[in-house]
């Protein structure tokens, strides 16, 4: 019965997600205006029109909710439990028999229900508004660009096979001069087989590079003997490497959706790169929106003492609180990279200690 939606916890959750939107709203507003600032003298030398600037802003908003959630959650979790306190709502809740923790359940649900949104929101959403946001950079704003041609292409595909590609042309998915080298071994490299091809193109039905005046080599790893040869017009070749792949090096990581970015540290750990950092921060970015329930375990802090907070004392312990889980992940990735943990359970272990503190500062809280 005590788990069931009452009036009470109705009138919790709407206080709750009006504090949040107006903190969601006034953050979101101060970011704007100081990038607004920051790149209004590019936008007058180059003439952006309006729509275009309202364009670039929509799709930076995204970022910008994904980088201020966590912090909105917890400032609006303290400053609803402090009106509580204050306003003595919390002292007639404690008098008709319901205890604080009983009073946290309906927004702990809402940040179980917001960190499901926001891992979506952050992993699909947020990097294809980056994408548009990059390009309107390089557009308006000259910041850098985007090739869609590529030029003198290296990639390790493994520790025993290279792919060097003369030209590629992404519209078109095809180029010239395309190489693919096979090795013996990584740590005694000997070469095998040796394939060129003057044009190619990607076929995007099977998956495979399709050739074209094709020479392969073959070669023996006894001594003194000769390659054999072989001259084709047309060869089928899979690899690993794929359009997406070659262009994922032109873009940045933040551009990336979780599957894409997956996919961009899988190649370049099959290329015998160290991706450990890599893999560390792809883990915390998936875990990253549980921030949103944790920080939620905090909120009783101030209505667990006789003193009522103000909203200083409330915006203060938001930034204190902030900080420190902000400085625990980031020193717990950085430990991760000296041991052989599991690249998720390092991402993780920092979410796990402040959730272990949180569960603790609300059991002690008086009911």
């Known amino acids: 019965m005590l788990l069931r939606p009452r009036i009470l916890d109705v009138y919790i959750t709407r206080r709750f997600v009006a504090t949040l939107f107006f903190g969601m709203l006034s953050l979101c507003?101060?970011?704007?205006?100081?990038?607004l600032f920051?790149?209004?003298?590019?936008?007058?030398?180059?003439?952006?029109?309006?729509?275009?600037?309202?364009?670039?802003?929509?799709?930076?908003?995204?970022?910008?909710?994904k980088l201020t959630t966590p912090v909105a959650v917890l400032l609006s979790g303290l400053f609803t439990m402090g009106r509580f306190a204050t306003m003595n709502e919390l002292t007639a809740m404690k008098a008709g028999g319901q205890s604080v923790i009983r009073t946290m359940l309906p927004l702990l649900a809402l940040g179980i229900i917001l960190s499901g949104v926001q891992w979506y929101f952050d992993g699909w959403i947020v990097p294809r508004a980056n994408h548009f946001k990059a390009e309107f950079e390089r557009i308006a704003l000259g910041k850098g660009r985007l090739e869609t041609s590529l030029y003198n292409v290296y990639v390790r595909e493994t520790p025993t096979h290279n792919l060097i590609i003369g030209y590629y042309d992404d519209l078109t998915k095809s180029g010239s001069g395309f190489r693919l080298e096979e090795y013996s071994s990584e740590h005694q490299p000997r070469i095998v087989r040796r394939i060129f091809a003057g044009s190619f193109r990607y076929d995007t039905v099977n998956n495979t590079w399709l050739l074209t005046h094709v020479c392969e080599y073959r070669f023996s790893l006894?001594?003194?003997?000769?390659?054999?040869v072989r001259i084709m017009q047309e060869l089928s070749v899979q690899t690993h490497t794929t359009p997406a792949t070659l262009m994922y090096a032109q873009r940045n990581t933040s551009e990336l959706t979780f599957p894409e970015l997956k996919e961009y540290i899988d190649a370049s750990e099959r290329g015998g790169n160290n991706v450990r950092q890599q893999r560390i921060a792809y883990w915390g970015e998936q875990i990253l929106p549980l921030a949103n329930v944790i920080v939620m375990f905090f909120a009783v802090l101030p209505s667990?003492?006789?003193?009522?907070?103000?909203?200083?004392l409330e915006i203060t312990t938001a930034m204190i609180i902030a900080f420190l889980y902000i400085a625990c992940v980031r020193i717990g990735q950085t430990l991760g990279l000296a041991n052989d943990a599991h690249p998720a359970f390092v991402a993780a272990l920092p979410h796990v200690l402040f959730f272990a503190v949180g569960v603790v500062n609300l059991m002690v809280v008086r009911t």
């Open 29 to 35: 507003v101060l970011f704007i205006i100081v990038h």
């Open 222 to 228: 006894a001594m003194h003997v000769q390659p054999t």
């Open 304 to 312: 667990s003492g006789r003193r009522k907070a103000g909203l200083a």
């Open 38 to 65: 920051e790149n209004l003298d590019g936008f007058l030398d180059r003439k952006t029109p309006p729509s275009y600037i309202l364009a670039f802003y929509l799709n930076y908003l995204p970022e910008i909710i």
